[in-house]
């Protein structure tokens, strides 16, 4: 009789299999997700309510994922899975290295997209994520066990791995980046014929590279797999059969890449040609040993996620961190420990020798030039923590499952110590000293975060079930002091995302800012509008046509003919890159940062007639100038902005602005309109929910500088004139 599929799989396997099946049930049928897409929300003005926050809070430093990433999606489904933004002012392609379910061949290789096709949106999203975990869970426990790994060892580091802080706190946008990576290598080692096994690698190569295709993370993290098979599975390659297989693995690594080149054909010269990120090439050097330090102490440069060193956010200080070191240092058998090491003399130099030198890219100014051998010249040092960390984590769980454990009171108390050492030394000896010239209270400091302190109270949970069950603990010590680990490291770090359903996500209800928008496009001859901000692909994504916006390939061509007075080299500098579109009320055009480009909002956003006019005597007042800007004196002339609101109920024709200037002469008056939704909620009515104005004019004083109350701003429409208050 024929045995049954699932009765040929090992019973600790079905178990894991059911345990993921069950949670992926219950996560994909709650449409949850880890988005921060709350803030995106809060930003276009919708209730809390409406955010969708389940669990946790959104946090405004994952603007990559609710601006970028998840915007893109939503924005890819209400244009119908198009290739092109119809929405967009620039009508851009929606094909770039940002990946999306857009409906085009690349389809076949972004396996984590196709419940778009079959299910609504939301649930499709949730799916997506919950892919890219089972992925990563199933990947790094089936490569740990070929490594030599036991099974429940595998799946504990797997767990602390993706509970990991690098991971998490890029999870929302660089998930596939390591969650499909274990793929080509597993296949690699695998005994299939080769006219299977050359095409596998191929795929499952394509549909890593295209999951998100961030080249600094992805050539570190493949280093760090040829590291860990080199030094874990290298018995593989010795056989007689050994160099057909590498070979042909290599064949199915370039053939896989080859299809992402050809997906990608248009679009590397165009960034490779870029300011930035093309034109970014790296040198080693710069990370701080502090986070150096954290992948065995993991607390040792953050307060709870906050870093305590300055010049990076809580996503930039994120390594690979755990107390999986630790725990091998305070309770293995140091004997085991070293005889293992003895016999497996070749695996350890490899090993070794691979994290000393992505360790070295990191700490020494080596030049660029020699980082190319392995393409390392396009790798930050701060993203070679991605490679770093997943070779350390998955060669020290290989470590913690061949070598015999210990536990005695001892061992935990050593262990505990370590802990409490570090949290006190890393906070009150580098948070003072980074926070406000040590402004901030030590005790405040420590109190904030004391829950880093979860490890002891494990250690002292463990040290219970010691006393209440000697004998069992000492038979399964490894397993429970790796369970405590990978326990801490989710309660920790685990808590960075969010839990947000996605019904919230792809919401068809529109806020009083999106209806305000919206209302502003449509009076504006261009058919498009504008807002002072980064909004990201946020806009667009709800339907809104603006120019705010990311810029993912750089449209020069557009940018030209809005601002044609504009040289050419400005033009390069500022919308050569990728970019977030900012309009500001600044005069001129301009790249303040590497992924931002400022542009004057008075070329771009919906114009209010307006002239200058003589100064009149005061009638009634409505409406005010909330904000006044002079810019420095250019022969003479100087720029003024003025921005508020004006007693205008909706948008008719006749509707305008007039600016008297007593002191002095005035030329060159243009205005804007703007959304006020706060005038309309606080008057209670909606008309006014566009009744903002920004006025830039160029003044010629007869004495002085130009003051705010030198100028009068009336407002005029079919029901007569105002003016403005200025005071």
Known sequence: MKRGLISGIPFFDRVMLFILCACGLFYVG????PSHFAQTLALLGYEPKDWGLVFGQARPIRSDDYLVA????????????DTIDHV???????????ASPLLDWSLLFRPQFWGFYVLPPAYALSLSFFVSSASLLTGVTVALRRFGASSVVSVLVALMLLYSQLLQV???????DVAFSPWPFLILLSNWRWFIRIPAIAYATAVWLLGEFYPPSLIAIGFAW??????FARVEFVRPQAAAKLGGGLLGIALGAAIVGFYFRDIIPVMAATVYPGQRLSSGGGVPWQMLLSHLLPHFATVYYEPTLPGLNECEVGVVGTYLPLAILCFTDHRSLVQWISRNKAAMSIWLAGLALMLAWMCLPIPAMAGKLFLWDRVPPLRMLWGFGLALTLGSGVVASQVEWRYSPMRALIAANAVVASWLVSKLLFVDAAAANGATPAVVVLRYSAWELIAVALLAAVAVLAAAKPRWLSSHVREIVLGAVAAEVFLIFGMFNPIESAHAIFTEKKSPFLDAMDTLARANPRGWTATPGVFG???????????????FLPDEAFFADVFKGAAQNELNLTFNRYAHIVPSFEAAIRSPQADVALIPIFDVATPLAVSP???????????RVDAFQVDAAVNGKYRVVMIGWAPFHGITADQSISVGYAAGKLEGVRAIRLPRIDVGAALKDASLNVSGFAIEAYATPLSGKPGKTDFQVVARDAGGSMVIDNH
């Open 88 to 98: 967009s002012p620039y009508h851009e392609s929606f094909r770039s290295f940002v």
């Open 537 to 551: 692909e946020s806009l667009n994504a709800f339907g809104v046509p603006a120019i705010n916006n990311v810029q």
């Open 30 to 33: 709650m449409a949850w997700t």
């Open 226 to 231: 040829v590291v860990l098979l080199i030094s």
């Open 170 to 176: 890029w999870w929302t946008q660089r998930a596939t």
């Open 613 to 623: 006019a003589d100064v009149v005597a005061a009638r009634s007042v409505a409406g």
């Open 70 to 81: 998840t915007a893109l999606i939503r924005n890819v489904v209400a244009n119908h899975f």
